[in-house]
């Protein structure tokens, strides 16, 4: 059991298909590899104000300091990467795992 096992399965009607034996690429033409997107989900966040405040203040600085288009969720993922790093999530998940098999 590992800690994605522990973690709620809310993927409402969106099952993954096929055997996953295509590593998640396809083919577009004659045998050339192109990367699948990932799949969009929709989630709500309830918070104070102020977090979406600065929300909305982080985008519209990445809008106007970068060339590309910066979404919500951009930004949001950005600060779950970075905070993944800052708490050493992947560090955590190996000790997490160790855990679990001495207890077997």
Same mark, same amino acid.
């Given at each position: ?6 973690? =709620?399965? +809310?993927?409402g009607? +969106?099952?993954?298909k096929? +055997?996953?034996?295509? +590593?998640g ?6 045998? !050339?590899p ?6 969009q989900?929709?989630?709500?966040? !309830?918070g ?5 405040t ?11 300091t ?10 949001? !993922?950005? =600060? ?6 800052k ?7 190996k ?6 098999e001495?207890?077997?």
């Open positions: 059991m590992g800690l994605n096992d522990l973690l =709620a399965k +809310n993927q009607d +969106n099952k993954q096929g +055997n996953g034996a295509d +590593n690429k396809s083919t577009k033409g004659p045998g !050339r192109v990367e699948k997107k990932e799949p989900v929709t989630f709500t966040v !309830r104070p104000q102020s977090t979406k600065l929300l909305l203040k982080i985008q519209k600085i990445k809008e106007l970068e060339p590309n288009k910066v979404s919500q969720a951009d930004v949001i !993922r950005e =600060a779950l990467e970075l905070l993944s790093k708490i050493k999530l992947l560090e955590k998940e000790q997490y795992a160790k855990f679990l001495n207890i077997k």
